[in-house]
């Protein structure tokens, strides 16, 4: 299928109204980014899926429609946004910890590390009992097999993944559940009051979010949601690490607070929050919130008409729901890295040209957000909407491969300036990819600075 009917597909699949896709253009195609798969089609779609269903909440609430546009060339560098922020001009520092990455094991296979949390980092080593070195990493796999290895680092709460072809995924237990979830599950979990949708200037004026995430996804769906107008407030534990690269990027257009739920007054705090706000999105592990008592039902009876936003790594059902898992893992564990990297004609396992599954994935939760609120002003009741990196990557599979992926050429800084917007933010003067959606009526935009946790009041 092409971008056009791929957006169809999925917007048909939600029951989204079919006359707005008479408003929506997608211009471009792929290759935008140097890959065999269709990394462009995907950025593209998903993010004017999420734009399209802003528009079209904005049009119950005021009668104006408006028309879409999404390029794939500008979508393709908006995927690739936290590599291309400046603050002062400075470039960002190296995103992935020196020990992460692909190894080959003592059975010739490979894993994958994600090593970019202390406690990630400092397991891995006492797994291997070898120093913080690379090369130690590397003669300490040499004892293990792919698969014993990332069977013991889950065993141990660890990221690891094993790099599969496409047939062995498609024969492991959990690759045969993916393929039967939803790309976006949304379901009603309670009783609600109707929303009611005052005229306002933009699609989501006066929506709050809360935002309970960590990179990158998450963080993704929030600044997808503030692009459109929402009242956002993000947070985190100060107990908890986090990464500024990403952080600095999808703070755009959000408050940032930090709140602690292991403390009785965090606890109280964030009660507050929930009852008083209309989306909660979180991308913590499977379960971790529900143990605090913060799960879909309790949050559903603090604010009846809240829409609960999930993301997990390998999706709700299938024997690894509840395994820990990042973009690049899922990557390599479901077959993709060895897919490009035999397009390619490497050996190696060869990631994707961005973070593409967690991109999606955010728009694709912002898209399950919007069409929830649509249908709490239809129908009333509280939403769980959730998204799953497996599934995404399922979703860009099903999209077929691009012959001549590797010709395009990797774009750089200096050859995307078109697509850099400036403004202040609570690290410094910030030069940061502008959103790729195109509005007539409603234009995308971040009306909040991006600001360092703490900055603000974990309050309304």
Same mark, same amino acid.
């Given at each position: 299928m092409n971008a056009l009917q791929t957006l169809i597909a999925l917007w048909r699949d939600l029951g989204l109204p079919a006359d707005a896709l008479d408003r929506v253009s997608l211009t471009g195609r792929d290759p935008a980014l140097p890959s065999s798969f269709h990394v462009g089609t995907m950025a593209q779609v998903s993010i004017a899926a999420a734009a399209l269903a802003a528009a079209e909440l904005h049009r119950r609430r005021t009668g104006?429609?408006?028309?879409?546009t999404v390029d794939c060339r500008n979508a393709a560098i908006e995927f690739r946004s936290e590599r291309y922020w400046r603050v002062d001009g400075r470039e960002p520092p190296e995103e992935w910890d020196k020990i992460a990455g692909a190894y080959r094991c003592g059975d010739g296979g490979f894993?994958?590390?994600? !090593?970019?949390?202390?406690?990630?980092r400092d397991g891995v080593l006492q797994l291997l009992n070898c120093a913080y070195d690379r090369k130690a990493v590397g003669d300490a796999l040499q004892g293990w097999t792919a698969e014993k290895f990332e069977d013991a680092a889950a065993a141990a709460g660890l990221v690891v993944a094993k790099a599969r072809t496409f047939a062995e995924w498609d024969a492991h237990p959990h690759g045969q559940a993916v393929p !039967?979830?939803?790309l976006v599950s949304i379901e009603r979990i309670g009783d609600g009051p109707k929303l009611q949708l005052r005229a306002g200037l933009r699609p989501l004026e006066g929506i709050r979010v809360t935002e309970m995430t960590r990179v990158l996804a998450g963080p993704i769906c929030g600044r997808a949601l503030a692009a459109h107008g929402s009242d956002s407030l993000r947070l985190i534990s100060p107990r908890l690490p986090t990464i500024e690269t990403a952080d600095i990027d999808t703070g755009r257009g959000k408050r940032s607070a930090h709140l602690d739920l292991a403390t009785e007054q965090g606890a109280a705090d964030f009660r507050t929050l929930l009852s008083g706000c209309d989306v909660f999105v979180q991308s913590y592990r499977p379960g971790a919130l529900a143990r605090r008592g913060f799960g879909p039902a309790e949050a559903a009876a603090l604010c009846p008409g809240i829409v609960c936003v999930s993301l997990s790594a390998y999706g709700h059902a299938g024997p690894w729901a509840e395994r820990r898992g990042f973009d690049s893992l899922v990557q390599t564990s479901t077959g993709l890295n060895l897919a490009e990297a035999e397009a390619a004609g490497e050996t190696n396992p060869r990631p994707l040209p961005c973070q593409a599954i967690d991109h999606a994935s955010g728009y694709l939760m912002a898209l399950g957000a919007l069409t929830a609120l649509i249908r709490r002003s239809e129908q009333g009741g509280s939403w769980l909407v959730r998204v799953s990196l497996a599934r995404t990557q399922w979703w860009l599979r099903q999209m077929g491969r691009v012959a001549d992926g590797f010709a395009c050429s990797d774009p750089r800084l200096e050859d995307i300036g078109d697509r850099i917007e400036t403004s202040a933010s609570g690290y410094g003067s910030l030069a940061a990819v502008r959103h790729s959606a195109e509005l007539t009526e409603t234009p995308a935009r971040w009306e909040r600075p991006s600001s360092p946790y703490g900055t603000h009041p974990?309050?309304?």
């Open positions: 104006r429609a408006q028309r879409v894993v994958r590390l994600h !090593t970019n949390f202390p406690h990630h !039967t979830l939803p974990a309050r309304w």
